[in-house]
């Protein structure tokens, strides 16, 4: 695994993402959040990409990551069983406009989509980006 201590951003593009730490909740300014840690293949190797998620934002994840929607927007979660579960997601890079980072560029989590939902495109893209000599790409 690489550890870039450098501050780059996590590149953009088409990503598996593997939950690879159990999310923890966090209080931002009152809200509540859950930081969410996950590993991806890049073309440098298995990269580490962390995001916060508002609560409110959760629920595509969820569902991606398949865990049971009990009535609209109220999951069935554990957070030690998201480990090791996996989606495909879009990285966009989004410059911030407000607050004491506005002006700096981040990296977003967008487009989340189950493993067995990937589309044409998605699969196009991972094929792309697979490392030399790296066929058995798991889908």
């Not at 999310?23 to 995001?51: H, I």
């Not at 409110?56 to 991606?64: G, H």
């Not at 493993?115 to 699969?123: L, V």
Request: aromatic letters at 10%.
């Amino acid at each position: 695994m690489m550890l870039d201590t450098n501050g780059e951003i996590f590149p953009q593009g088409c990503f598996t993402f593997r939950v690879s730490d159990v999310p923890t909740p966090e209080d931002v300014k009152g809200y509540s959040a859950w930081r969410w840690t996950f590993e991806a293949e890049t073309s440098d190797g298995v990269r580490t990409y962390s995001e916060r998620f508002m609560v409110w934002t959760l629920a595509p994840l969820l569902r991606a990551l398949g865990f049971k929607e009990l009535t609209p927007g109220k999951f069935d979660f554990e957070a030690t069983e998201a480990m090791g579960r996996s989606v495909v997601a879009e990285i966009k890079h989004v410059t911030l406009d407000k607050g004491a980072s506005a002006g700096k560029t981040v990296a977003r989590m967008m487009d989340i989509q189950p493993m067995s939902k990937m589309s044409k495109e998605n699969k196009a893209a991972l094929a792309a980006q697979a490392p030399a000599g790296d066929e058995d790409i798991p889908f």
